[in-house]
């Protein structure tokens, strides 16, 4: 399985980006999929999560800003970032749990796409 982040980039404070996270490979399902950030020198946190169904949790700190949803026919899921902020600038990862069938599942990261919010 691999899972691959794109749709970062540079925008100003006030902008908007949209983040997919794409799975491929051996899947039988996606089961819940989170939206993770690392500025430098900080840890990694999380922004926000979905389940399968479609459940959401978010950082308070995007509540309201941020959000997260899935294509499962595609196997990809979106975080629509809005109202950026320069504090948000930071790589993002994905992380999902993939069922591949066979009792096998797969838990691990994407490469990261870095945002770039400038006052």
């Known amino acids: 399985v691999q899972l691959v982040e794109s749709g970062g980039g540079l925008v100003q404070a006030g902008g908007s980006l949209r983040l997919s996270c794409a799975a491929s490979?051996?899947?039988?399902?996606?089961?819940?999929v989170g939206w993770y950030r690392q500025a430098p020198g900080k840890k990694r946190e999380l922004v926000a999560e979905i389940t399968r169904s479609g459940s959401t949790n978010y950082a308070d700190f995007v509540k309201g800003r941020f959000t997260i949803t899935r294509d499962n026919a595609k196997n990809t899921v979106y975080l629509q970032m809005n109202s950026l902020k320069p504090e948000d600038t930071a790589v993002y990862y994905c992380?999902?749990?993939?069922?591949?069938?066979?009792?096998?599942?797969?838990?691990?990261w994407g490469q990261g796409t870095q945002v770039t919010v400038s006052s």
């Open positions: 992380k999902a749990e993939v069922d591949m069938g066979y009792d096998s599942t797969y838990l691990g």
């Open positions: 490979g051996i899947i039988r399902s996606i089961n819940v």
